[in-house]
């Protein structure tokens, strides 16, 4: 079955980095695009970008782009998601999800991982 | 950026009540609206995409309708494991937005 398992909870300082990872299992992970999204305390769902895990291809949502950066480990079928320069008001929860089409990008989240607590606090 | 407005924000219902929540977008989507529900501490699971089309697994309690601005995601016969919060998205223009969430609990 479709897995994606992320990292355990982080604390950073403001102005630090934080790297969250998705393994994936249960599919042809160079098949399928991964975005990450994010939900704040109280707040929605924000979509921070998509990654290609064939080509290695990004495209960053506009808000995050000089500090976000998605790559991946394709030995281990993990992605990883790292955002720089930290401020408090990127507190959130970090989702993975997978696109639902292989070799396709329809922006439609089938499988997500079960989420990744970010503090930042000084 | 697109905005999408969900309403009601929260409802109270009771098992077996059908439950209807409203989606609007802030122009045209065509159909590229798609549902997901959420529950505390656990992997949001999409429902609908297309605006209609019921993922795989999904119970046929749950459906969808609408297209251009304004959507509706409906449950049929509220069961108890349906009191989660229940989001929208846009999959048309980037960023990829979403809704800010109903929260359906019990009355």
């Known amino acids: 079955q479709v897995q994606l398992v992320q990292s355990g909870a982080e604390v950073k300082r403001p102005g630090a980095s934080v790297r969250v990872s998705c393994k994936a299992s249960?599919?042809?992970?160079?098949?399928?695009?991964i975005h990450w999204v994010r939900q704040a305390p109280g707040q929605g769902l924000e979509w921070l970008g998509w990654?290609?895990?064939?080509?290695?291809?990004?495209d960053y949502a506009q808000r995050f782009q000089g500090r976000v950066t998605m790559t991946r480990d394709m030995s281990s079928s993990t992605a990883y998601m790292e955002l720089s320069r930290l401020r408090s008001d990127d507190t959130a929860v970090y989702y993975c999800?997978?696109?639902?089409?292989?070799?396709?990008?329809?922006?439609?989240?089938?499988?997500w991982g079960q989420g990744t607590l970010v503090t930042v606090s000084s | 950026d697109i905005q999408m407005t969900q309403s009601p924000s929260s409802l109270s219902a009771s098992v077996g009540d059908r439950v209807t929540i409203a989606c609007r977008a802030s122009q045209s989507i065509r159909t590229y609206l798609n549902w997901y529900q959420m529950k505390p501490g656990k992997a949001p699971k999409l429902l609908i995409y297309a605006a209609s089309t019921l993922q795989s697994g999904v119970p046929s309690r749950f459906s969808g309708s609408g297209s251009g601005a304004d959507f509706t995601l409906t449950i049929s016969s509220l069961q108890p494991e349906d009191f989660a919060t229940y989001y929208c998205q846009q999959s048309y223009i980037s960023p990829r937005t979403f809704g800010q969430g109903t929260k359906v609990d019990i009355k």
């Open positions: 990654f290609n895990s064939n080509s290695g291809a990004t």
């Open positions: 999800a997978r696109d639902f089409s292989p070799y396709a990008l329809h922006y439609i989240f089938d499988y």
């Open positions: 249960g599919y042809t992970f160079t098949a399928y695009y």
